[in-house]
């Protein structure tokens, strides 16, 4: 098999997953939508459980990869305001493209998630302490703050939803800034 | 008024499909976990989809009722963080006691729900500039802000999951709180 079988079949999963949950999706409707057949995804992945693991392996690697993106303006900026919006950009970018990994790791039961969640608010709370010099915030849950508001954003956008309306990032930070500042 | 034996199913399905979604939650398994057969299912509730949408209009009111009797509640507080401190712990305990609706409303697609997400915002920006007036905050993306954060909150509990804040989620929720402070009294 090639890798762009496994690579299709590996995308295919994590569309579905992510949009009917692990348990709804069937390894059928996964075959169709990678535009392969059903045989093809057992002989390469042997059952839907292992096709889970492996998505979750790869979204993992993609995660890191973003982080290291994001984490590339450490302390790049002078002002509060040029480094969060820089941040938050990259914040952005990670969730236009890549939605779908967050969420299925969300919403499903996989307990690694919760230690690799970890790790990664710890990182974005040291990364964030270097580059906001504010003593009255935990930058711990500054982190976690920015990130679930732009995943809830998002969220509404992966399901056609648009209530916040335009300019919800920049009144974010403008928000954000009333404290940092 | 729904009878006991409506109001097992329909806690049963509220718990199935929040957990399967609706394809995943069959109507076999949601009578099963309601302790009856599937006819009394069907004679009850007409069509799986019919059960479905009174899942969602019977729990959504129950948790449109306690946003308001317990999360938007009239009352004198001391001083902003008082609002505040009072404000996001309420409204922790009400997500959490109507979790799987407003998990099944976020991450479904309907039209209805849209409408009344973006209401529900509305008023909770409104309640929240009434009890803090004048500041230089925008009310409806701060509303947004902390329920999104809530959100998130009870999701992880509702997985089980303690960790994936790095601190615990009480004080991951006094530091959130503390930032909010920030915000309003700069």
């Known amino acids: ?181 | 008024m729904t009878s006991e034996t409506e109001q097992k199913i329909l806690d049963a399905a509220l718990k199935l499909f929040a957990e399967r979604g609706y394809t995943g939650a069959t109507t076999r398994v949601i009578a099963e976990k309601a302790s009856v057969s599937e006819l009394t299912l069907f004679r009850k509730f007409k069509t799986k989809n019919n059960l479905y949408d009174m899942v969602l209009t019977k729990n959504i009111e129950k948790m449109l009722n306690d946003l308001n009797e317990s999360v938007l509640i009239d009352k004198e507080f001391e001083n902003s963080r008082d609002f505040l401190e009072t404000f996001v712990k309420n409204g922790v305990k009400a997500m959490r006691d109507n979790f799987e609706v407003f998990y099944l409303s976020v991450n479904g697609e309907n039209k209805m729900l849209e409408h009344m997400l973006d209401e529900t915002m509305n008023v909770i920006a409104d309640y929240i500039e009434r009890n803090i007036p004048g500041r230089k905050v925008d009310y409806k993306t701060l509303g947004f802000t902390i329920n999104s954060f809530i959100y998130v909150v009870n999701l992880e509990k509702y997985h089980g999951r303690t960790s994936s804040f790095g601190k615990s989620p009480d004080e991951t929720i006094e530091n959130a709180i503390d930032i909010l402070c920030c915000m309003i009294d700069h």
């Open chain 1, 1 to 181: 098999m090639t890798d762009q079988t496994k690579q299709k079949l590996l995308d295919a999963a994590l569309k579905l997953f992510s949009k009917n949950g692990y348990k709804a999706t069937t390894t059928r409707a996964i075959a169709i939508e990678a535009d392969l057949n059903e045989l093809t995804l057992f002989r390469r992945f042997g059952t839907k459980e292992n096709l889970f693991n492996e998505v979750m392996i790869q979204n993992n690697e993609r995660v890191k990869e973003h982080f290291i993106k994001i984490t590339s303006i450490d302390q790049k900026f002078e002002d509060h305001k040029g480094f969060l919006k820089a941040y938050i950009k990259g914040i952005e970018k990670f969730y236009l493209n890549d939605f779908e990994i967050f969420n299925l790791m969300v919403n499903e039961d996989y307990k690694e998630f919760d230690q690799d969640m970890g790790e990664f608010s710890l990182f974005m709370g040291e990364f964030l302490k270097r580059n906001i010099k504010s003593e009255n915030i935990d930058h711990l849950a500054l982190g976690i703050m920015i990130n679930t508001f732009f995943y809830m954003i998002n969220l509404s956008k992966y399901q056609g939803r648009t209530y916040m309306g335009e300019g919800s990032t920049e009144k974010f930070i403008d928000n954000l800034l009333l404290c940092i500042e």
